[in-house]
């Protein structure tokens, strides 16, 4: 089985019945997802005021974009852009993370 990103209804759906007191090996029952899966995202993606679908997007968005697997194709997308807009990008997105390796 290939990797599927979360979707923000799911993200909705965990945070609901998460809240209802479900377990998380019942929740991955119920979505068809893994309960590995739902134990990741609510460690990854939650605050200090607890899981946010909002946040956990943004959150998980924010890792993806800095991944080191992601910005290792950077150069060739770069010598693809014929206007240079991957290049501005890739400056401002720098200033984020400067480590070549994921936190």
Known sequence: MGYQKLTQTQRYQIHARYDLGISQRQIGRELGIHSSTISREL??????????????????????????????????MIAASPNGSVRTRVRSRSAVSSRPWPA
Do not use: F, I, V
Not at 45 to 73: C, F, I, M, V
């Open 43 to 76: 460690r990854r993606n939650a605050t200090a005021s607890g899981y946010d679908p909002e946040q956990a997007l943004s959150l998980s968005d924010h890792r993806r974009r800095t991944s080191w697997k992601w910005t290792r194709h950077l150069p060739s």
